[in-house]
């Protein structure tokens, strides 16, 4: 570990993967999730066929698949496997920018959420897989670190709810980066009610 940020697999004389390349989902929805995750990404088509599609919102020749599986029956809700599916945005404002461009078009979340450690919206596609948006609430490691160690996280790991409105309405009023950022006074939030079934 150097200056509170730990050595990367390759520096400790492992090999490891150089980055997580994609997400493959399957759904009886295919044209319906397909224009879902184009929104709220905002994905570019790289490949689509009746079958599949790939979309990528970088260099990468598809970070999201989508299969066609018109014969799967829905999942059920809490049920064991993965969670969320998690992307972080370069800037507050492009999160909060994002909010309201989702909020526009009558997507919103089903959880507003400051982890301490990040600013975060949850939503949930048409087959109800969670999908966070987030922005880091720390310029460097160092920080990001230090409050992991701290009190705080250990008291309260979640995090604590918040009006999206209201944090956006405060944000176009002026307030800092900073201000928005820093992590919010308050305890956990009740983790059956918190967040929604998927």
């Known amino acids: 570990m150097t200056d509170g ?25 295919y044209d319906e999730m397909i224009a879902w995750w184009k929104s709220v990404l905002e994905l570019d088509v790289m490949h689509a066929n009746p079958f599949l599609t790939f979309l990528t919102f970088d260099e990468e020749h598809h970070r999201i698949a989508i299969g066609r599986f ?79 160690a701290g009190g705080a996280f250990l008291r309260n790991p979640i995090g604590v709810l918040f009006d999206a409105d209201a944090f956006v309405a405060r944000w176009r009023a002026g307030a800092s980066d900073a201000e928005l950022l820093r992590p919010l006074e308050g305890g956990p939030p009740d983790m059956r009610t918190a967040f929604a079934e998927h």
Do not use: C, W
């Open 5 to 29: 940020i730990p050595r990367s697999a390759r520096q400790r004389g492992r090999i490891a993967p150089t980055k997580m390349a994609h997400v493959v989902l399957r759904t009886n929805r």
């Open 70 to 148: 018109p014969d799967l029956k829905d999942k059920v809700a809490n049920a064991v496997g993965v969670d969320h599916f998690a992307f972080s945005y370069a800037s507050i404002g492009d999160l909060l920018s994002t909010y309201e461009r989702l909020a526009a078009q009558g997507i919103r979340p089903a959880t507003s959420i400051h982890h301490g450690i990040t600013l975060s919206f949850y939503y949930l596609d048409p087959d109800h897989n969670e999908v966070e948006l987030q922005v880091d609430a720390f310029n460097t490691q160092a920080e990001m670190n230090a409050f992991l």
